[in-house]
């Protein structure tokens, strides 16, 4: 809308003018230019159906990574106990790490035409990783959980990359195997070191003998 003209003031016209043109145009709305499910194929040499294919099996491994990510950083604010710093640490390092996956595997469905899985509503509804309680657990819990949830993204992330190869979508191979499944292994044995039942000052056999059995 126009203001009115002030032939008074030339000077108060061309501020209103100025202002009009720079006032953000806010509450529009349209028609998504891309609905889900549909491919926007980008010329990459590859066949849109495989990459459907890929875009589809990536959007999985999304939402059960988004939902490890976000498990670590649940666990890394409640952990509780004589480890609490260094489980606060470990937590918070392998939720960045995660992050990057997110991101890696994110931009890969982009990429190929497709539309990556972003908000929390769409990730609950699709994620196959077991919703945890939105209270507190004990350690040696929290870690069982992301062991599991681990586990699941893992044979999931095997399974994709060896379809990719075969359908010849080398680059979701690559990223599922030099990525997704290196750091999820690593990360596995970081925390599964935490429930090896080992004495933390006292050897058993020093136990055993003070006992005299
Ligand atoms: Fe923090």
Redesign the pocket.
């Known amino acids: 809308m126009k203001n009115k003209t002030d032939h008074k003031n030339p000077t108060a016209n061309q501020n209103a003018e100025g202002s009009e043109r720079a006032r953000p145009i806010l509450h529009q709305q349209a028609h998504e230019i891309q609905p889900y499910g549909k491919i926007a194929k980008l010329p990459i040499a590859l066949d849109q159906q495989v990459c459907a294919t890929s875009v589809e099996l990536l959007n999985q491994i999304l939402a059960d990574t988004i939902t490890l990510r976000d498990l670590y950083?649940k666990h890394?604010?409640q952990v509780a106990g004589h480890t609490f710093y260094q489980l606060?640490l470990l937590f918070?390092k392998h939720f960045d790490e995660q992050s990057e996956l997110v991101d890696a595997i994110a931009e890969r469905i982009q990429l190929l035409g497709g539309i990556s899985i972003a908000m929390a509503a769409d990730v609950a509804e699709t994620t196959f990783i077991p919703r945890p309680p939105r209270g507190r657990e004990e350690a040696p819990v929290q870690i069982s959980r992301m062991l599991e949830a681990h586990e699941i993204i893992l044979k999931e992330a095997r399974t994709v990359a060896r379809q990719a190869a075969d359908a010849g979508d080398d680059g979701t191979n690559d990223l599922l195997v030099s990525q997704v499944i290196r750091t999820n292994e690593l990360q596995v044995w970081f925390l599964a070191e935490h429930l090896v039942d080992v004495p933390l000052v006292r050897a058993d056999n020093a136990k055993a003998a003070a006992s005299g059995s």
């Open positions: 950083k890394h604010w606060h918070d």
